[in-house]
């Protein structure tokens, strides 16, 4: 299974951009990422109460997301171990942004500010980007 980035519709009526799943090149089934499983299902609940709008995009939402469209965007790879590191690369750097954010939100003592941080960093703990089942 193969790593990419999908657009889901929910409910017939909302476009949900950017949603990392994994594909099987065999048979064309796809499933999200294990690890957005949690933030995707809250994201489609928090829906139900937008009246309106009928596109997002799941990366403005969950950090790997983010890390993931940033990264296919901006390169073109010739293997996926060349894809794992450059991910991984793309994920440190966000990680580092996001932990000085953190020092200058406990700095100034804004504590929602440092739990919304640490949210954030939370969703990129390690994800592989090849699926091993």
Same mark, same amino acid.
């Given at each position: 299974?193969?790593?990419?980035?999908?657009?889901?519709? /929910?409910?017939?009526?909302? #476009?949900? !951009?950017?949603?990392?799943? /994994?594909?099987?090149?065999?048979?064309?089934? /796809?499933?999200?990422?294990?690890?957005? #499983?949690?933030?995707?299902? *809250?994201?489609?609940?928090?829906l139900?109460?937008?009246? *309106?709008?009928?596109?997002?995009?799941?990366a403005? #939402?969950?950090?790997? &997301?983010?890390? =993931? #469209?940033?990264?296919? &965007?901006? =390169?073109?790879?010739? !293997? %996926?171990?060349?894809?794992? %590191?450059?991910?991984?690369?793309?994920?440190?750097?966000?990680?580092?942004?996001?932990?000085? =954010? /953190?020092?200058?939100? *406990?700095?100034?003592?804004?504590? *929602?500010? %440092?739990?919304?941080?640490?949210?954030?960093?939370?969703q990129?703990?390690?994800?592989?980007?090849?699926?091993?089942?």
């Amino acid at each position: 299974m193969t790593i990419h980035m999908h657009t889901l519709i /929910y409910n017939s009526k909302v #476009k949900i !951009s950017d949603v990392p799943v /994994y594909t099987c090149q065999a048979c064309s089934r /796809y499933e999200p990422l294990p690890n957005i #499983k949690r933030d995707l299902g *809250g994201f489609i609940a928090e829906l139900a109460e937008v009246r *309106g709008r009928k596109k997002f995009s799941f990366a403005e #939402k969950n950090e790997w &997301a983010n890390v =993931l #469209k940033e990264t296919f &965007a901006s =390169l073109t790879v010739s !293997s %996926m171990a060349e894809l794992e %590191m450059k991910v991984r690369t793309a994920t440190q750097s966000r990680i580092d942004l996001l932990l000085d =954010l /953190y020092r200058l939100a *406990g700095d100034i003592k804004d504590p *929602g500010w %440092m739990r919304e941080t640490e949210q954030r960093l939370e969703q990129l703990t390690v994800h592989p980007v090849r699926n091993t089942n």
